[in-house]
């Protein structure tokens, strides 16, 4: 039975604790979090900090969940102890931070929904993408953004929180640097530092482009899917409310608990030494996708209506 120590118990430490329960050859054996909002098992201890939670539980992988900043620390702390990690996206928002440290090749970044259904022979394949194309759409309200999502320093903006998992998947596919971004950032609802409304053009070179449309003022059912076109004029769509069902039927999509059982031993495996699952997004991979977002943001063209109705 393989030892978890799980980092960080709010909101998505609590899916990460879901999805562990059911999770064969693996059990929580602690939880690092000073104050955590979810409930925890019986039994299991709680430590007030990860560096002391390492020590006590000699963990064989550790699940980081905890706020950008705090995940990158912890993640390379648990990673000089010998553990396999898992780190939640984003990691941090600092695409320099991610310059490469000794035991970085035991850390992967946890994207659950790569490993939907098709993507993970897709990413072995890396076929000619020409086009790739991004839409999120989902309901956020303002309470949502309180805490360490309040703050781009903290948090990031939409791109780093919400649509992350589409466009690095995205830019998995589209190999180049950036030659130019068309982007607009739309504030009008007073959510801190956080847009409501987020559309941009990337031009990598080559002339590949990215066209990613992210929004968090959604009336309607949420949603975030990725479009494919292949240079010999195929078109693949990933598909689902959060890419879940791959490329695959919707009705048949795995759960997101399912698809963190597979991260979970796939991270096992990479740190065993056995071949990394072609879904698996190393930690130094994760520098250009951050890198991307960091110039739309930089290059957008900001509007601000504070209190308009959303577009």
């Known amino acids: 039975m393989k030892r978890v120590l799980l980092v960080g118990a709010g909101e998505v430490g609590a899916k990460h604790l879901t999805a562990l329960a059911g999770a064969p050859g693996l059990a ?109 759409a989902v309901r956020r309200d303002p309470d949502y953004f309180r805490g360490w999502r309040r703050t781009y320093a903290t948090a990031g903006g939409v791109l780093h929180q919400q649509a992350i998992h589409g466009l690095a998947l995205a830019l998995r596919l589209l190999p180049g640097d950036v030659e130019t971004v068309d982007a607009t950032v739309v504030h009008c609802r007073d959510l801190a530092e956080t847009e409501d409304h987020v559309t941009t053009t990337i031009t990598l070179t080559g002339g590949a482009t990215v066209h990613v449309d992210a929004r968090v003022d959604h009336p309607g059912p949420p949603i975030h899917e990725l479009v494919l076109h292949f240079s010999d004029g195929r078109r693949l769509q990933v598909r689902g409310r959060n890419l879940e069902a791959g490329l695959g039927v919707l009705a048949d999509a795995p759960t997101h608990e399912e698809l963190r059982r597979a991260m979970y031993a796939a991270a096992l495996e990479a740190a065993d030494g056995r071949p990394a699952h072609p879904c698996l997004f190393p930690l130094t991979a994760l520098r250009r996708p951050l890198e991307v977002i960091d110039r739309v943001y930089r290059d957008a063209r900001v509007v601000r209506a504070a209190h308009a109705a959303a577009a």
């Not at 909002?37 to 939670?53: I, K």
């Open 28 to 136: 929580v054996a602690g939880i690092a979090d000073p104050s955590p909002r979810t409930a925890v098992p019986g039994g299991v201890p709680v430590f007030a900090s990860w560096r002391a939670a390492l020590r006590a539980v000699t963990p064989d992988l550790v699940v980081v969940a905890a706020p950008p900043g705090t995940a990158l620390a912890a993640a390379r702390g648990a990673a000089a102890a010998g553990a396999a990690v898992l780190v939640e996206k984003p990691a941090t928002t600092d695409p320099a931070a991610l310059t490469p440290l000794p035991g970085d090749e035991r850390i992967s970044v946890a994207f659950q929904p790569h490993f939907a259904p098709g993507l993970g022979g897709l990413l072995a394949e890396r076929p000619a993408v020409i086009r790739a194309e991004v839409t999120l």
